[in-house]
């Protein structure tokens, strides 16, 4: 499931385009949108994936933290999770690794 970070409005992992307002969800989906704004923060060196309790092996496998370069781009591709994919993206601070 992807969010509009424009609109708000849900739509299904493999829609690349917002059915309301267009927004092109590659850039505009809520995960996309924090990406972004978690790659532009330099406090942020590591960035988490987490995973609801109920995700699929695909997502599950996933899940994780990467370096910055290597983050994987959400939604999971292969997700098979009846209501598509709930990962997140989450920072992780500088400041827990001192
Ligand atoms: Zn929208
Ligand atoms: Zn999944």
Redesign the pocket.
């Known amino acids: 499931m992807q969010i509009c970070s424009v609109c708000r409005t849900t739509s299904p992992d493999d829609r690349f385009f917002c059915p309301k307002c267009n927004a092109d969800l590659r850039e505009f989906s809520e995960n996309a949108q924090a990406l972004q704004r978690m790659l532009a923060n330099d406090r942020i060196k590591l960035i988490n994936i987490a995973v609801a309790d109920d995700?699929?092996p695909?997502?599950r496998e996933i899940a994780g933290t990467y370096p910055k370069d290597q983050v994987p781009i959400l939604p999971?591709p292969g997700?098979?999770?009846e209501n598509g994919?709930f990962c997140r993206y989450q920072p992780v601070l500088d400041v827990l690794y001192p």
């Open positions: 995700a699929c695909a997502c999971v997700c098979s999770h994919c």
